[in-house]
């Protein structure tokens, strides 16, 4: 490799590396395509393109060293974070087949994207159990309750846990959530009341994913007052109430279980459904 095209590369390298940093540092999301094997171009493996997804840029960092590929790279960066995968490898004819120079190089595409967070609101028996679910599913995990005895250090040692005591629930909640983005937010409060001031602290947030815990006729009087007061049908439209799959949850703690499957399928862009639906259906006898 001439020195020129080292110097290039290194100088890419740094500058890619500051673009993650500061993609992780501001809660941003971006696809990191990394070219691994190329027959055509020896020279070019290891070369990266970073794609930002999120953010008020849309824009790329480096270069696998073709423009046309650089191209198709961003466009297909675009599907892969719609997938919910961490990483995944392509060969190029999977994307842009008319590429035949590149067609059989493979790219490696890695999500760049903080921890999931999770948020929860009340530290009851449900609350708690889902917040040491999510630490073993490795969310880092936000506990809020008005009751200080609920939320109290020795009752979770995991050090993904945060726990918050508090007066004003939606001073807190709205604190812990900020703008929403790559955060998915419970509420397993004790009461209505305390549901609502939850809800109104989050509902207008870019929240990647909110639910609400309680009966049909519960979740449905929470989201009525919360249309009454102006909120958006679009962000009610989008609350999961009652939250959790239907998975005949008794326990606390297949209620968690029953929460964090939900939260897992729209993360990981999942239907929820029965895995074996599929052989049962097409059985011939």
Same mark, same amino acid.
């Given at each position: 490799?001439?020195?020129?095209?080292?110097?290039?590369?290194?100088?890419?390298?740094?500058?890619?590396?500051? $673009?993650?940093?500061?993609?992780?540092?501001?809660?941003?999301?971006?696809?990191?395509?990394?070219?691994?094997? /190329?027959?055509?171009? %020896?020279?070019?493996?290891?070369?990266?393109?970073?794609?930002?997804?999120?953010?008020?840029?849309?824009?790329?960092?480096?270069?696998?060293?073709?423009?046309?590929?650089? +191209?198709?790279?961003?466009?297909?960066?675009?599907?892969?974070?719609?997938?919910?995968?961490?990483?995944?490898?392509?060969?190029?004819?999977?994307?842009?087949?008319?590429?035949?120079?590149?067609?059989? /190089?493979?790219?490696?595409?890695? +999500?760049?994207?903080? $921890?999931? +967070?999770? @948020?929860?609101?009340?530290?009851?028996?449900?609350?708690?159990?889902?917040?040491?679910?999510?630490?073993?599913?490795?969310?880092?995990?936000?506990?809020?309750?008005?009751?200080?005895?609920?939320?109290?250090?020795?009752?979770? /040692?995991?050090?993904?846990?945060?726990?918050?005591?508090? $007066?004003?629930?939606?001073?807190?909640?709205?604190?812990?959530?900020?703008?929403?983005?790559?955060?998915?937010?419970?509420? @397993?409060?004790?009461?209505?009341?305390?549901?609502?001031?939850?809800?109104?602290?989050?509902?207008?947030?870019?929240?990647?994913?909110?639910?609400?815990?309680?009966?049909?006729?519960?979740?449905?009087?929470?989201?009525?007052?919360?249309?009454?007061?102006? /909120?958006?049908? $679009?962000?009610?439209?989008?609350?999961?109430?009652?939250?959790?799959?239907?998975?005949?949850?008794?326990? %606390?703690?297949?209620?968690?279980?029953?929460?964090?499957?939900?939260?897992?399928?729209? +993360?990981?862009?999942?239907?929820?459904?029965?895995?074996?639906?599929?052989?049962?259906?097409?059985?011939?006898?």
């Amino acid at each position: 490799m001439p020195a020129n095209d080292y110097s290039e590369n290194k100088a890419a390298s740094y500058s890619i590396a500051e $673009e993650v940093s500061r993609t992780l540092q501001e809660g941003l999301v971006a696809v990191l395509a990394t070219l691994i094997k /190329a027959a055509n171009r %020896p020279d070019q493996v290891g070369a990266k393109l970073l794609v930002e997804i999120s953010g008020p840029r849309d824009t790329t960092i480096g270069s696998l060293g073709d423009e046309t590929l650089d +191209r198709g790279v961003k466009e297909q960066a675009a599907g892969f974070h719609q997938s919910g995968a961490d990483t995944r490898i392509f060969q190029v004819k999977e994307f842009a087949p008319a590429l035949t120079e590149w067609g059989e /190089a493979q790219i490696l595409f890695e +999500r760049i994207q903080q $921890e999931p +967070r999770l @948020v929860i609101c009340g530290a009851g028996h449900v609350g708690a159990s889902l917040a040491r679910l999510s630490a073993l599913m490795g969310y880092r995990a936000t506990l809020i309750d008005d009751r200080g005895e609920f939320v109290r250090n020795e009752l979770f /040692a995991d050090e993904r846990i945060d726990l918050i005591a508090t $007066e004003n629930w939606s001073e807190a909640v709205r604190d812990a959530v900020g703008d929403g983005r790559g955060v998915y937010v419970a509420v @397993v409060t004790r009461g209505h009341s305390e549901d609502e001031q939850c809800m109104r602290a989050i509902i207008d947030t870019g929240a990647d994913y909110i639910g609400l815990i309680g009966s049909k006729r519960r979740t449905k009087i929470v989201l009525q007052r919360l249309r009454d007061n102006g /909120a958006a049908a $679009e962000r009610l439209g989008k609350v999961h109430a009652p939250i959790g799959l239907d998975i005949g949850a008794v326990t %606390p703690e297949e209620v968690a279980l029953a929460i964090m499957a939900e939260m897992v399928a729209v +993360r990981r862009g999942g239907g929820g459904g029965s895995l074996s639906a599929w052989r049962r259906g097409n059985e011939s006898t």
